[in-house]
């Protein structure tokens, strides 16, 4: 399989790497952060979560968040909805996508959503019918895809099973997620290629968190499969808040310099990208956790 010419990228910082800050992220940050990002070239922003604020306080602004963005027309801006009351929150707030998110693992569901997995689905299940109905786009996000926190390796098998459960909803496209980042690539592949029994190529995304340092590999792993959708975090920001130890997405920055290095062109000026990441880390008090930009930001300095 030859790699994709083209790879879109959706940065999920603002949803999956602020959602797990202990201090407070005011609205005005977050969408200025969203503006900095479609500036940047992004053409798809998972911007928030219509989720329980006692579940994840930092999602609370979702409405705020949304409504304070000026919209591009070309950009997509989606949002997590576990439930019919996320659902009526997103639609609301006139959002282009929604995400349902299921796991592999029953212990890693339970944890997050506070369901099974067959419950899950039977809550995603009208979710993903209303939202087909009014013409919103839907996305359904795989958790432990590889591992798992609470119950370790993952087989395919149970990625292939959550898979056609998702599509047998109505899912259009699924992300393959490596949760805390353990995976390597082989076995990336294997739940890619677990995946791909229910979806075409063009519906699967991979969403490599990288504790283990190993998301760079594991993205051109995946590329090596023609998956050409990817999420990833500016500056590496976040981590699960029921995934403990688990660190951020692989840095778009990085993910950007890798793509733009293979002469693949995704329409994103790492510069504007690498400013972004400075203002979100520079907000937050910590270093880009982009090895991408901390080099070009060093050089930059002489
Ligand atoms: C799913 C629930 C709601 C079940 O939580 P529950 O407690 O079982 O739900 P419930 O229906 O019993 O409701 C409890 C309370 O929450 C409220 N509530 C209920 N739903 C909503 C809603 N949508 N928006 C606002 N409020 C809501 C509801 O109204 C009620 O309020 P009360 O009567 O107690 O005042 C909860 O577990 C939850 O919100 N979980 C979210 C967890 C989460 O956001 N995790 C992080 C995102 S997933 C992730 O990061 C992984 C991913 C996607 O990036 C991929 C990867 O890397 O793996």
Not at 191 to 207: N, P, R
Request: a negative charge; charged letters at 20%; proline letters at 4%.
């Amino acid at each position: 399989m030859a790699i994709p010419a083209r790879v879109r990228i959706i940065d999920v910082g603002p949803r999956d790497g602020l959602q797990n800050e202990k201090q407070p992220v005011p609205a005005a940050v977050k969408i200025e952060l969203v503006h900095r990002l479609q500036d940047a070239g992004l053409k798809e922003i998972e911007v928030t979560s219509f989720v329980s604020p006692k579940w994840v306080p930092q999602m609370a602004d979702a409405a705020e968040v949304l409504a304070g963005i000026q919209r591009r027309p070309d950009v997509r801006y989606s949002v997590l909805t576990p439930n019919m009351k996320g659902f009526e929150g997103a639609v609301a707030a006139g959002v282009d996508e929604i995400v349902v998110f299921g796991a592999a693992s029953e212990a890693f569901s339970q944890k997050n959503i506070n369901c099974s997995i067959a419950e899950s689905i039977e809550r995603f299940a009208p979710v993903v019918e209303a939202a087909l109905a009014k013409g919103i786009a839907v996305r359904g996000a795989m958790s432990c895809t590889v591992g798992c926190p609470y119950e370790g390796d993952i087989a395919p098998e149970k990625v292939a099973y959550l898979a056609g459960l998702m599509k047998g909803i109505g899912v259009q496209r699924v992300d393959v997620a490596d949760t805390i980042g353990v995976g390597t690539p082989r076995q990336v592949q294997a739940a890619i290629t677990a995946t791909l029994q229910h979806f075409g190529v063009d519906a699967v995304c991979g969403h490599f968190h990288d504790t283990y340092g190993q998301a760079l590999a594991n993205t051109l792993a995946a590329l090596e499969l023609g998956v050409w959708n990817f999420q990833s975090s500016v500056a590496g920001l976040g981590g699960c808040p029921y995934a403990k130890g688990a660190t951020g997405n692989v840095a778009t920055e990085d993910v950007v310099y890798m793509l733009h290095g293979m002469g693949i062109d995704i329409g994103i000026d790492l510069d504007k990208l690498i400013d972004a990441g400075q203002y979100i880390s520079d907000f937050l008090g910590r270093k880009s956790g982009s090895r991408v930009a901390t080099a070009i930001v060093n050089k930059r300095a002489g």
